[in-house]
Each structure stands twice: as C-alpha cells, then as structure tokens.
C-alpha cells in the first residue's frame, strides 16, 4: 500500500520526494518489493553502515541533492536527521503556553488543585524554558548544523508501525487517571513530531504524513488524541 500510494503520488505530481519509515526489520523486504513492482524506480534505501557518523553527512546531502522516487529508512535511522531549529523552538514555545494555561486553570480552580500536579507542572515548564533558552542561543549565533530534515526537501512522510511513536509529550490538569501514560513523552516521538511540522508548516495544511499501523490505538484516549496532535493541528485549533 505505501510502495503504490508513493509511486502514484509521484506519477501524479501530488509529491516530489516521497520517504518511507518501516522497521529495520521490513526495510529491506520493502525495497525489494519496489523494485519488483517498478523496476525503473530511483529508490534509495541506505543500510546501517551508511549512517555512521562519517558517512552520514554525505548521505544527507544525497537525499537533498538528488530526484529520488522514494527513500526508505529505518525508524532509528530517521532519528538521527537533525531537525530544523526554527520548528524546534515553535514546539517547544507551544508547550510552554499549554502548561502556562493549565496553570492559570488550577489557579482559578484553587482548592481542587493538588500539590504533585501544581510542582509537576511548574517543572515542566522550567525544562521547557531552559530548552528555548539553548534554542534560542543557537538560532542567535547561527551555528553551522549542516542539513537538517527541512532541507532535504521530502514532500511526504509514510510511517509505517506508527504506534512506536505514539509516546508523545502532552499537557493535562489531571492526575490520579489511569492510562494517561508519560507526560513527558519520548525524544523519539518528540523528533517525529518535529517533522510531521516541518512539514505541514511548509504546506500549511494538515497533510503530508500518513501513519499506518495495526494498533493505533491499545491503552487509552490519551492515544488517540496524540494521534491528532500529529496529524490534525490545524483542525483541533478550530475545534
């Protein structure tokens, strides 16, 4: 399904510079697979040793530099594809506003707010603060990062196994509810989301990311709604 929808994207014009993300386990048997169905196809699907740190700026500059029909990562691979310090800081300034109305929420709500919710949230947005404060520092000086996600120029996201993802950081005023999961969420996570912006900031639409994944959702709604701070900002903002 992902090999057809990113071909036929790009047959159609829809995009340009289609990427997959699958397993370390599936991304070979996925390249394979496209190659068999378009032999013509220009894929590149780098292995492990072509992202050691010597080799992967070069790499990098492959993916930007050349019309490729669809490159296909790994999930761990992808991890290590600087983002864009700009999408960074935009993040991270939303977060903080979220936890700074939660806060004035409890204020009013006075009585009804716990101690551990009150100091785990002005933790959070103490870390918070100290993250925009190095961004901020590195945007000011401009330092040389090299290539970014951003720069590479991919036009579509397809994450296949998608749930590997789905511990994202989120901001709530409530406690003692089970299966909310970690606040806090994993960098993994954090980076993906990082992308998933880039890339609907560049088409300003809720578009150009496609998870696929058998168990989207197993604990909680918390997932889902994280699922929706992925892919549908523009439309929760509405809502």
Not at 123 to 134: D, H, I, P, Q, Y
Not at 165 to 194: C, I, P, W, Y
């Amino acid at each position: 399904t992902m090999i057809v929808a990113a071909q036929e994207m790009k047959r159609l014009g829809i995009v340009q510079k289609p990427m997959i993300l699958a397993l370390k386990a599936n991304v070979r048997q996925i390249a394979e697979t496209y190659k068999k169905a378009y032999p013509a196809a220009r894929i590149l699907a780098p292995g492990e040793n072509d992202f050691t740190p010597d080799k992967r700026l070069r790499l990098f500059h492959e993916i930007k530099n050349n019309h490729w029909d669809c490159i296909i990562l790994t999930h761990d691979q992808f991890g290590k594809i600087p983002q864009s310090p700009a999408i960074q800081q935009q993040i991270f300034t939303q977060e903080l506003d979220n936890v700074a109305s939660d806060l004035a929420t409890l204020e009013l709500e006075g009585g009804s707010v716990s101690r551990r919710m009150l100091k785990g949230l002005e933790l959070r947005k103490k870390n918070l603060m100290a993250k925009l404060k190095g961004l901020e520092a590195d945007i000011e000086n401009k330092k040389d990062r090299g290539i970014d996600f951003k720069d590479l120029n991919v036009d579509h996201l397809f994450v296949d196994e998608s749930h590997k993802f789905k511990n994202l950081t989120f901001t709530t005023r409530h406690d003692r509810v089970a299966g909310l999961g970690n606040l806090e969420g994993s960098q993994k996570a954090l980076n993906m989301l990082f992308a998933v912006r880039t890339l609907q900031a560049r088409f300003d639409a809720d578009l150009c990311v496609t998870f696929l994944s058998g168990t989207p959702i197993s604990n909680s709604l918390t997932e889902m709604y994280l699922i929706f701070k992925y892919l549908r900002p523009n439309e929760m903002e509405r809502q």
